[in-house]
């Protein structure tokens, strides 16, 4: 529905999230390195950073990219994307030779105790992955049962 509501000419829903991001940048350019914390960022949003057009003040906490970036900084926001993306694809080159996604040849055994080994990972860190762009639109980071379902996702994505 949100993806469909940029071509309606009468939804200003994803209007208002444009303008929401654009202060969130705001903010996140005024106090780069410690943020404003925890508690705040809605309070100063609302007060020096709301456009007109943007009727809530919470419009941009569901973002969790721009809240992590605005309530403890910019390398809190690093560290994270740092640690998922070493998480989700640091241990792909540790596989073995045989791509779990390549086609069997003619005469070839389809099902490779590789394969079946990487499976419950791989199927993890697909769920890790959908968490982290749900997180751009709903949030959910930092919601107890959204947010410990990605750690839980991201610890069991792991290869060892």
């Known amino acids: 529905r949100r993806a469909f509501s940029v071509a309606n000419v009468n939804d200003f829903s994803w209007r208002k999230r444009v303008a929401a991001y654009e202060g969130a940048f705001q903010m996140m350019a005024n106090k780069p390195v410690i943020g404003f914390g925890w508690s ?18 919470m419009a941009f906490q569901l973002n969790d ?31 073995t030779s045989a791509s779990p996604w390549s086609f069997p040849q003619s005469g070839e055994v389809t099902s490779s105790p590789a394969t ?3 499976l419950p990972a791989m199927i993890c860190r697909v769920g890790a992955i959908v ?14 049962a959204t947010g410990s379902m990605f750690w839980i996702l991201m610890e069991l994505g792991q290869e060892r």
Do not use: H, M
Request: with cysteine; proline share 5%; hydrophobic share 40%.
């Open 65 to 95: 990219y721009f809240t992590l970036g605005t309530a403890p900084g910019i390398p809190a926001l690093v560290c994270f994307l740092v640690y998922t993306g070493l998480s989700l694809i640091g241990n792909c080159k540790q596989q």
């Open 40 to 57: 705040r960022p809605e309070r100063v949003y609302d007060g020096f950073y709301r456009a007109s057009k943007v009727d809530e003040g």
């Open 131 to 144: 968490l982290l762009v749900g997180f751009w639109f709903d949030g959910g980071l930092l919601r107890l």
């Open 116 to 118: 079946w080994r990487l």
